[in-house]
């Protein structure tokens, strides 16, 4: 039966990672992948994340199976996390909450989860989104449409495009997949009154918010990256909700997410707990522990959950200062086409507006490597490659 099998296209992100790796070139540079990079280039293990390991290895006594929502009490913490504290959703018990092998996991869970539902909603994503969202929902059973969301000209965010698609074409009960915040790819992020004016609209037409936040804490800050989201979780009934773990405490391949549902009472969200379970019992049964008890030890953990703040601030703080030096490096290079807009935008991510054949000669000729869409993370930037890229650049434009 096998002999019918076709060959599957290489990831469009992840496949940028084998290539680098084989390049010999000593100026390549790694800009693909989003994964954050110190200085050095290296992603390092951050320190609350080594000292909570330390903990775990001296205090964890079993290896028995956890649940198939995980660990409450770190669905608890996420929650916080997420929400904040003091959402009005927590103390009313309208959510269900289950750990998820990241936040790819928590969006297939929710999918499923949705499918179960409402069998047959579209759901509607931006475009551009993260290349993987098309692929995750499809899997989930879906029909999958477009929305506008960012124009390739003002190099904003295309608003009025936006919530005219969102108005006129959806149908009460459809999904509507919105980035939390440092939107992958583009980097650019609904201010709080675009969120109201979507939360108005969600209302009005009975859509369902899917929001996914990935990068919490890469943009502005923790609170400052929710901000949005919580607004939409305060006004709506319903509404999904995926996180991940993976940047934000750099857990990549620990596999650490949450995914949450949000429903209109307490009772409803419990009946949505038993369907969310289900789900993953039919599919991966539980989710791995050890990312989830690490960040678990740390939010718990006054002295640790200082320390990774601190390390998380540096961070963004560091890509926000790269951002900058690249606009400055590009301008140094005698480049007058404006690339101011890479300040304006968040988190890891955006796009340098250049075309497919430009991007493959970055890639080919000069071994910077980044996405096909022309994304690169600028993450992956540091003082020893930057002028390289800014030179390389110049040269294809
Ligand atoms: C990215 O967009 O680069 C990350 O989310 C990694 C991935 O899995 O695609």
Redesign the pocket.
Known sequence: MFESLRAVPA?P??NLSVLYRQDTNPNKVDL????YKDETGHTAIMEAVARAEERLLAEEDTKAYVGMAGSKRFCELLAQVTLGADHAVLADQRIAVAQTPG??GALRVLGEFINVASPNATVWLGNPT???HHAVMQSAGFTVKEYPYYNRGTRAVDFDAMLNALQNQTQAGDVVLLHGCCH??SGADLSLDQWQAITDLVLAKGLIPYVDI?YQGLGEGMDEDAAGLRLMANAVPEMVIAS?C??NFGL?RERTGTAMIIAANAQQASLAQGQMNSVIRANYSMPPSHGALVVETILADPKLKQMWRDELKTMRKRIKDLRSQLVDAIKAEGVTQDFSFIERQKG??SFLGVSAEQVDTLVNEHSVYL?GSS?I?LAGLNQRNIAYVAKSIAAVL
Not at 32 to 35: F, N, P, Q, S
């Open positions: 990831d992100i992840l693909g992948v989003g994964v936040g790819s993260w290349a993987n992958n790819p990935a991940s993976s940047k990549y890891m991510f996405v994304r993370n």
